[in-house]
């Protein structure tokens, strides 16, 4: 075990303390103070291979944040818990993360977890595909109703469910991805969210027509694909006038 591994160990076990005990103010006690200090000395530029320490010190400063009196320290808490515990966010689902943190969370692991969508969804790894979806799910879970890009996220499910089951075969999937379409397509406000939300779940239609050979499937994919071209053509229609 390396240092920085025992560092994080013995803040756990501190985390653990201050959990048990229901009393914030204890992150500010001065050992358990120097002890994140030194284990912030050990962190790697990356943050790739120091997520496990990154999430005990995000823990820590939420506590800190919790009792520290309003003014600069608290929210240079908050701001240094939300940045240590983002590498755990990419992976949501496999880490416990403060519920009231959840949706900002969302928002700082967004980007990096649809590039690493995109790699699984280019690849063929079913099985890191398979994690990766159930990552997004996470994240989308995580946002906020009424947040702005919450159908673009639920769009991106849609079709992260349809490749899944595209590979896996999994029936589960399939409806996941009609649910989470049906879901993006009612209240998706913008174009653009619209058009993806309508054409994921039109694919997602035309694969269950595939698997069943039933009519009302394939007449609802051609109906939404419909959906899906006109609000495109709209758009290419105004911007030549």
């Not at 929210?75 to 519920?99: F, Y």
């Not at 943190?101 to 690849?123: F, H, K, M």
């Not at 349809?162 to 879901?183: K, N, Q, V, Y």
């Amino acid at each position: 075990m390396g240092r920085r591994d025992e560092l994080a160990g013995l803040l756990e076990e501190a985390l653990r303390w201050i959990g048990d005990s229901g009393d914030p103010s204890l992150a500010l006690t001065p050992g358990v103070d120097a002890l994140a200090a030194e284990l912030v000395r050990t962190l790697d530029g990356a943050q790739g291979s120091d997520t496990a320490a990154r999430h005990a010190l995000g823990w820590l400063k939420w506590y800190q944040f919790q009792a520290l009196p309003e003014g600069r320290r608290k929210e240079a808490a908050l701001e240094e818990a939300l940045e240590q515990l983002t590498p755990a966010a990419i992976t949501m689902g496999l880490w416990e993360l403060p519920a009231p943190l959840l949706p900002a969370l969302a928002d700082r692991a967004a980007p990096s977890l649809i590039s690493v969508l995109e790699y699984a969804v280019a690849g063929s790894d079913p099985t890191l595909l398979s994690y990766v979806v159930d990552h997004w799910a996470h994240l989308v879970n995580a946002t906020a109703q009424g947040h702005p890009e919450r159908p673009h996220r639920l769009a991106v499910l849609c079709g992260a469910f349809w490749i899944r089951f595209s590979r896996t075969g999994d029936p589960r999937d399939l409806e996941e991805s009609l649910a989470t379409g049906r879901h993006a397509v009612r209240i998706a406000s913008e174009r653009r969210h619209l058009v993806m939300a309508l054409s994921n779940l039109a694919a997602a239609l035309k694969g269950r027509y595939d698997l069943t050979h039933a009519e009302a499937d394939l007449d609802e994919a051609v109906t939404v694909g419909g959906g899906a071209s006109r609000p495109a053509r709209a758009s290419r229609n105004r911007a030549r006038c």
